[in-house]
């Protein structure tokens, strides 16, 4: 079984910083990109940002230029935040995507469970 924890959420005032961790442990064999999600209250999870195995990025457009996501080896990554608005406020989730446990295993998602960052005014 794949286990994610995040790490790293709490309270800040806006144009403050926040970094985010998650940690995959458990029988991996591979994983093929690792992101952050957000999900603020009312509104649908969206993604925040994503890094491939290769080293390749995505960032949602409203964090450009604010958040930078990396990765340290090949089961841990982090979301740098910074010049935090209010409307960064959300549960942030870490998603493992396309999972393998063994060379020949089927691809699986993994989520955690979330991490609360709120951004005061």
């Known amino acids: 079984q794949v286990q994610l924890v995040e790490s790293g959420g709490g309270l800040v005032q806006a144009g403050g910083s926040l970094r985010l961790s998650c940690a995959a442990s458990?029988?991996?064999?591979?994983?093929?990109?690792m992101g952050w999600y957000r999900q603020a209250p009312g509104k649908q999870r969206e993604l925040v940002a994503a890094?491939?195995?290769?080293?390749?990025t995505n960032y949602a457009d409203s964090v450009k230029g604010r958040f930078t996501i990396s990765r340290d080896n090949a089961n841990t990554v982090h979301l740098q935040m910074n010049s935090l608005k209010r409307e960064d406020t959300a549960v942030y989730y870490c998603k493992a995507e396309r999972v393998r446990v063994g060379p020949t295993s089927v691809a699986v998602d993994y989520w955690g469970k979330g991490t609360l960052v709120t951004v005061s005014s």
């Open positions: 890094i491939a195995s290769v080293g390749s």
């Open positions: 458990g029988r991996i064999f591979s994983i093929n990109s």
